[in-house]
């Protein structure tokens, strides 16, 4: 597998990412930790409503 030669860092799983075939929900499942995750769908939130609002005065 991809990530048995690889430490577990953000790099190591960027590099997975770009150089095996595997999707972004792959990748991230190989990271063993993810102590954000029942934050996540906030976080996503948040993050969408202030960038729809950037790039909206971006195009005006």
Known sequence: MAWRGQACSPAA?????LSAALSPAEVMDLVPVRPLA??????RSALDRRL?????????
């Open 13 to 17: 799983s960027w590099s997975t990412l």
């Open 38 to 43: 029942e934050d996540e769908p906030a976080i």
């Open 52 to 60: 729809r609002a950037i790039f909206q005065k971006l195009r005006s």
